[in-house]
Nanobody
Framework: QVQLMESGGGLVQAGGSLRLSCAASGSIPSINTMNWYRQAPGKQRELVAT???????NYADSVKGRFAISRENAKNTVYLQMTNLKPEDTAVYYCNVRSIGRRESWGQGTQVTVSS
């Protein structure tokens, strides 16, 4: 049983910054991938950023240079530092954890709203 607890969402003006956090608890293999997804109304959920337990990262083209994903392996915690936010970043952001041989886990989602 894996539980994910998210925090850091809110309302911010265009050009501002937010830092999202997600702490995973339960039985999690040491080799895993932690991810951030987002979903705007009427659109499909999309992968924003991913980071492996070894520290390798990848980003959606739309957020490269603006967002940074990081993690603390001992705490199974993942962060998403969001800078130079744009109105099109407005969405519900979801934390996700995957590992071989285990069902993936999802957070409850946290709302990020960027005003113009």
């Amino acid at each position: 049983q894996v539980q994910l607890m998210e925090s850091g969402g809110g309302l911010v003006q265009a050009g501002g910054s937010l830092r999202l956090s997600c702490a995973a608890s339960g039985s999690i293999p040491s080799i895993n991938t932690m991810n951030w997804y987002r979903q705007a109304p009427g659109k499909q959920r999309e992968l924003v950023a991913t980071i492996t337990s070894g520290g390798s990262t990848n980003y959606a083209d739309s957020v490269k240079g603006r967002f940074a994903i990081s993690r603390e392996n001992a705490k199974n915690t993942v962060y998403l530092q969001m800078t130079n936010l744009k109105p099109e970043d407005t969405a519900v952001y979801y934390c996700n954890v995957r590992s071989i041989g285990r069902r993936e886990s999802w957070g409850q989602g946290t709302q990020v709203t960027v005003s113009s």
